[in-house]
């Protein structure tokens, strides 16, 4: 056996002070590592967490609400459909990974054509049906009524409900999110409204039940667990609210545009197209 003498390197006795380590990865590796080691936030979707996406926009501007849009059609279709299958196991996922506002926008407006166009189909058929020789005239009106309802409903209520839960303590939902379900829980009174047409009282009645229990029920699956995050007992009370809301808007549609029927004896004068509730 041999031993051989090794003379030390001082700059090892230095101790880790001595040692430096230093990165070989250029500058975009390095911003992509951080971009990738933050994914885990934004995978969430809140409002809150896009902050660094968009790096110094402000919520005003139209940078900041971009990546909102970024949504392909397939997503947004199945998330619709989704709304309608309570028994779906992404039913109260509906919105992941992120939420978006390409649905929550389009659909509302698209409602609104939809009860304007099938309210003044079935006014037209049933004043037809009542006196085939009286001229009928398009109430235009019922399009800004429709608008005003809808738009109010779809944007105002869940921001505000965002905004009690932010004085609530509850910042696990994000505003992104809110719109996502008032939005997307719209979707059901798109076929419904044309399902109306059809002259039929008691048959607008069921199909006026059916999109109320169904948007309904979505609306209290994914509302609820948020409020029960909340410290105080009595925020949950809110969904209250929230049903009551919901419940005051399909009354406000059977009224409104689903209340048109056949008239057959009337008397002089009066007036073919009448409206019941």
């Known amino acids: 056996m041999a031993y051989v003498a090794v003379d030390a390197d001082d700059r090892l006795e230095e101790g880790p002070e001595g040692l430096e380590f230093k990165s070989f990865l250029g500058t975009d590796a390095r911003a992509e590592q951080r971009t990738q080691s933050g994914a885990s936030n934004l995978d969430r979707g809140y409002l809150t967490d896009h902050t660094t996406h968009k790096g110094s926009s402000g919520f005003w501007t139209v940078d900041y609400y971009q990546p909102y849009f970024d949504v392909d059609t397939s997503t947004v279709l199945k998330r619709c459909y989704t709304t309608l299958l309570p028994t779906s196991p992404s039913y109260l996922t509906i919105l992941t990974p992120s939420a978006d506002l390409y649905g929550p926008f389009w659909i509302p407006t698209t409602l609104i054509l939809a009860l304007f166009l099938s309210s003044s189909l079935a006014a037209s058929i049933s004043s037809y049906l009542s006196d085939p020789g009286a001229a009928y005239e398009y109430d235009f ?137």
């Open 141 to 277: 009106g019922l399009l800004s009524l429709a608008a005003t309802i809808v738009y109010i409903y779809t944007f105002a209520v869940p921001v505000l409900l965002w905004l009690a839960l932010r004085y609530f303590g509850v910042g696990e939902w994000g505003v992104a999110e809110a719109l996502g379900v008032w939005g997307y829980s719209l979707f059901v009174w798109i076929p419904v409204s044309i399902l109306c047409v059809i002259p039929i009282s008691i048959l607008r009645w069921v199909l006026v039940g059916l999109a109320f229990c169904l948007s309904g029920y979505f609306l209290v699956a994914n509302v609820y667990p948020i409020l029960a995050m909340a410290d105080a007992k009595a925020t949950r009370l809110l969904i209250i609210v929230v049903g009551v809301l919901h419940a005051a808007l399909a009354l406000t549609f059977k009224v409104l545009f689903f209340s048109y029927y056949v008239v057959h004896d009337i008397g002089p004068g009066a007036d073919p197209l009448r409206r019941f509730i």
